[in-house]
């Protein structure tokens, strides 16, 4: 009785571990529905993606995951639509700084509006709380679900 117990434990352990692996490598994935992008590309004619890949690259210029977007200097007027695990603490940081420098960049993230980055860099910028739940179209090209969390357009300047 204990022994199954214990197997039936273990079971479930891996379950889990697996299904936060796909939810994280998912998260990563997901694409900017393109009328949202749109939108935001006719007000600020963005010249670089600073994080994409092959087959979700919203500008001809973008940086992916081999060329590591956070390794590389960021100029000009830049869309940001980061990876959502722990990670995205960096890519806040790094728009954060690449607009002291000069750039422009907009940024779609999750409104965590109680996570410290939050608080210590979206909150120098300008914040446009989306309406609504954004559906993000995943590499299949299904966009029909609306994401489990509400977000936010967060544009930081020179
Ligand atoms: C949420 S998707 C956004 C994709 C696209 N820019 C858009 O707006 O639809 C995040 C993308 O960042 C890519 N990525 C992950 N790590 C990266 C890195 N270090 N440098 C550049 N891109 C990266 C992922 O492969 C994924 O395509």
Known sequence: ???SLIRWLKCLRVTLMLNAGLMTSLTDQWA???DL???LDAEFS???DACASEWNYKVANYFDEA???LAQVWTGTVWCNPPYGRVIKDWV???YESAKAGATVV???PARTDTAYWHDYVMKGEVRFLRGRVKFVSADGD???PAPFPSAIVIFKP
């Open 46 to 48: 963005f010249d670089l």
């Open 37 to 39: 992008f749109d939108e």
């Open 143 to 145: 966009g029909s679900k």
């Open 32 to 34: 900017t529905p393109k």
């Open 93 to 95: 940081r790094k728009a």
């Open 1 to 3: 009785m204990l022994l």
């Open 67 to 69: 060329a590591d977007g």
């Open 107 to 109: 940024m779609l993230i």
